[in-house]
């Protein structure tokens, strides 16, 4: 069936530190792929996506490229900061169903 | 201004008891969707509506009954609360043709004493 993996339930890093954040994916159809940002206290909020093969998502300095080969969706940010905590989550759609298939999320914890 | 409305922010029932989960979306979005967080499930979707219709639901309890009056509104409905039901409630939207771009509420909270 369709999934979604994320590898990482939680990750902690130093202010500046370089961030990866792994999202594989299993789809019976045509993937589009999804990055949602989750803050305390508030919903999720879409940071970018992504449909293509290659295609690069890329929003608040964080970017994610849509490898077909790999099935994966990995997020990274160059240098990451203390208010980019929070939760990441990875999520899939397939043949645009509205119905979206969310990894379990990996909180990243940026240490002081 | 939030663009999606969610009342109450917090709420506290008791077992057995019956509560009404407001959302009202200001977006023109055409399609609606629960969500429920938990401990347990970090998201976890519940239903969807385009246009005021049932699409999807995959909630196996008939205690939750989704109602939508107006275009912009799909409001909650849950009976017989349980302690399991004890959750963050996600309302959110999307505009038709643009699947999986959800915009969330602030979410409701709720806890089943």
């Known amino acids: 069936g369709d999934s979604v993996t994320q590898t990482e339930g939680q990750v902690a890093l130093s202010e500046e530190d370089f961030l990866t954040i792994h999202c594989n994916y299993s789809a019976s159809g045509y993937p589009t792929l999804f990055w949602y940002v989750q803050y305390p206290g508030e919903g999720p909020q879409l940071l970018f996506r992504a449909s293509r093969d290659k295609e690069k998502g890329s929003s608040r300095g964080f970017e994610a490229t849509y490898d077909k080969g790999t099935t994966s969706f990995h997020l990274r940010k160059a240098s990451v900061q203390e208010s980019d905590s929070a939760v990441y989550y990875c999520?899939?759609?397939?043949?645009?169903?509205?119905?979206?298939?969310w990894g379990s999320g990996t909180k990243l914890i940026i240490k002081p | 201004d939030p663009k999606i409305i969610q009342k109450p922010k917090y709420l506290v029932a008791v077992t057995g008891s019956e509560k009404i989960l407001i959302c009202e979306q200001y977006?023109?979005?055409?399609?609606m969707y629960w969500y429920r967080q938990s401990a347990k499930k970090p998201l976890e979707f519940m239903f969807s509506y385009s246009y005021q219709k049932l699409m999807d639901n995959q909630t196996a309890s008939s205690r939750f009954q989704p109602q939508s009056s107006k275009k912009n509104h799909l409001d909650l409905q849950i009976t017989a609360l349980k302690p399991d039901d004890s959750a963050t409630y996600f309302c959110?939207?999307?505009?038709?043709?643009?699947?999986?771009?959800?915009?969330f509420g602030e979410g409701s909270k709720l806890t089943v004493l």
């Open positions: 977006l023109g979005h055409n399609a």
């Open positions: 959110a939207s999307s505009q038709e043709g643009r699947a999986g771009q959800l915009y």
């Open positions: 999520a899939l759609s397939v043949d645009s169903n509205y119905q979206l298939i």
